[in-house]
């Protein structure tokens, strides 16, 4: 027996005795299990003896209601009202959670009003309704935006303010009872000016290469991986703490096409100009300019997987993997490889035969590895 009120709520067994599934309401998902076994065997028509099994939020929603509940049980004889009669309680207790948690204290806010008042109402890019969580928007000397959260305690600035932003490596901010919005502000945008020569190298390349992963770069991010063509991508990595030096490098694809990349990309180090950029050095050093937006559609180099007919998966990966036989060419996930060498017997192999045409297909990305 199912219920059209609670159609996500499903028996067990035959007899209608047993139930797991969830409750719906307020756009949450309450799992609930349900146990009328006991009632089975007692001549009173209340479902008196059932059993309820809620998840944790439940627990914590009805800790104080549990009399309420056992009387609902008591007065209902069938299943779906008294689960009308609970999400009722439940929705109920849920809307008097969320309006029972305090609010500012007229100091904090007063306090909080000044401090905003110092660093700027122009950086203000966002605040919460608890007036707990504030996202502010700097601008460094190159004239990069960059947003920083900072979440206040309730006895703040007594308490030290949490604070998160985008960078590429651990940051600790200074604080005591005496530290202000404003002390913070002035850490990040020092912070800020440490990275200026790192980010104007990742943005050449973001701007004049094709960067096929990451998809959606961030500030922290320290690697790019680039479309070469021919079904080949170079990975780079920076030393952040010197990212003019010559970056570590990896190369993907057929071997055919890699073996004279990799044949340039070994002599990098004997060639690298720390005056210019790091695309620069790269296009050098391989004796070609990189395919870009300029003068290259994505299409280009936007190949699905031949294994599961998608560029993108769930992780993030791209396929990495090329054929080496040029006539095939078909690239690879390489999960979905790996999958494939699972099915063949093949786990301990570094080749394994294509899918499409039987030829040999490394899997493993070559070059000086990251």
Same mark, same amino acid.
């Given at each position: 027996?199912?219920?059209?009120?609670?159609?996500?709520?499903?028996?067990? @067994?035959?007899?209608?005795?047993?139930?797991?599934?969830?409750?719906?309401?307020?756009?949450?998902?309450?799992?609930?299990?349900?146990?009328?076994?006991?009632?089975?065997?007692?001549?009173?028509?209340?479902?008196?003896?059932?059993?309820?099994?809620?998840?944790?939020?439940?627990?914590?929603?009805?800790?104080?209601?549990?009399?309420?509940?056992?009387?609902? +049980?008591?007065?209902?004889?069938?299943?779906?009202?008294?689960?009308? @009669?609970?999400?009722?309680?439940?929705?109920?207790?849920?809307?008097?959670?969320?309006?029972?948690?305090?609010?500012?204290?007229?100091?904090?806010?007063?306090? +909080?009003?000044?401090?905003?008042?110092?660093?700027?109402?122009?950086?203000?890019?966002?605040?919460?309704?608890?007036?707990?969580?504030?996202?502010?928007?700097?601008?460094?000397?190159?004239?990069?935006?960059?947003?920083?959260?900072?979440?206040?305690?309730?006895?703040?600035?007594?308490?030290? #303010?949490?604070?998160? #932003?985008?960078?590429?490596?651990?940051?600790?901010?200074?604080?005591?009872?005496?530290?202000?919005?404003?002390?913070?502000?002035?850490?990040?945008?020092?912070?800020?000016?440490?990275?200026?020569?790192?980010?104007?190298?990742?943005?050449?390349?973001?701007?004049?290469?094709?960067?096929?992963?990451?998809?959606?770069?961030?500030?922290?991010? +320290?690697?790019?991986?680039?479309?070469?063509?021919?079904?080949?991508?170079?990975?780079?990595?920076?030393?952040?703490?010197?990212?003019?030096?010559?970056?570590?490098?990896?190369?993907?694809?057929?071997?055919?096409?890699?073996?004279?990349?990799?044949?340039?990309?070994?002599?990098?180090?004997?060639?690298?100009?720390?005056?210019?950029?790091?695309?620069?050095?790269?296009?050098?050093?391989?004796?070609?300019?990189?395919?870009?937006?300029?003068?290259?559609?994505?299409?280009?180099?936007?190949? @699905?997987?031949?294994?599961?007919?998608?560029?993108?998966?769930?992780?993030?990966?791209?396929?990495?993997?090329?054929?080496?036989?040029?006539?095939?060419?078909?690239?690879?996930?390489?999960?979905?490889?790996?999958?494939?060498?699972?099915?063949?017997?093949?786990?301990?192999? +570094?080749?394994?035969?294509?899918?499409?045409?039987?030829?040999?297909?490394?899997?493993?990305?070559?070059?000086?590895?990251?």
């Amino acid at each position: 027996m199912g219920f059209r009120t609670f159609p996500l709520l499903c028996p067990l @067994d035959e007899d209608g005795l047993c139930y797991r599934g969830f409750l719906t309401f307020q756009d949450q998902e309450f799992l609930i299990g349900i146990d009328l076994t006991q009632n089975s065997h007692s001549n009173n028509n209340s479902l008196k003896n059932t059993q309820l099994y809620f998840c944790e939020e439940l627990k914590r929603l009805t800790a104080t209601h549990k009399n309420t509940i056992k009387q609902l +049980l008591e007065q209902h004889s069938d299943l779906e009202s008294f689960l009308i @009669d609970l999400k009722e309680l439940l929705v109920e207790r849920l809307v008097t959670k969320k309006q029972s948690k305090p609010l500012p204290s007229p100091e904090y806010c007063s306090f +909080l009003i000044a401090e905003l008042d110092i660093v700027g109402w122009d950086k203000l890019e966002s605040i919460d309704h608890s007036l707990k969580e504030v996202t502010l928007k700097l601008s460094d000397s190159s004239g990069r935006k960059h947003s920083i959260l900072v979440s206040f305690p309730r006895n703040y600035p007594k308490a030290a #303010a949490v604070v998160r #932003a985008d960078l590429p490596t651990p940051y600790s901010i200074p604080q005591n009872h005496k530290t202000r919005l404003k002390d913070i502000v002035l850490f990040f945008l020092m912070e800020f000016e440490k990275y200026k020569d790192f980010w104007h190298l990742v943005e050449d390349v973001d701007k004049h290469t094709w960067v096929l992963d990451p998809v959606k770069p961030k500030r922290s991010d +320290l690697t790019r991986r680039i479309f070469l063509g021919n079904h080949c991508s170079l990975l780079i990595k920076w030393k952040i703490e010197d990212p003019r030096s010559v970056c570590k490098w990896q190369l993907f694809g057929a071997e055919k096409f890699a073996a004279p990349l990799r044949k340039n990309l070994n002599k990098i180090s004997r060639i690298w100009n720390r005056n210019i950029t790091t695309r620069e050095n790269f296009e050098n050093t391989l004796g070609f300019k990189f395919p870009s937006p300029q003068n290259t559609s994505q299409s280009d180099f936007e190949i @699905d997987c031949a294994i599961c007919y998608i560029y993108e998966i769930e992780d993030g990966s791209i396929p990495d993997q090329s054929c080496n036989n040029l006539k095939c060419g078909q690239s690879f996930h390489k999960s979905c490889i790996l999958e494939w060498k699972k099915q063949l017997q093949e786990i301990n192999s +570094l080749y394994t035969k294509c899918p499409y045409c039987n030829e040999g297909l490394i899997f493993h990305g070559s070059g000086n590895k990251i």
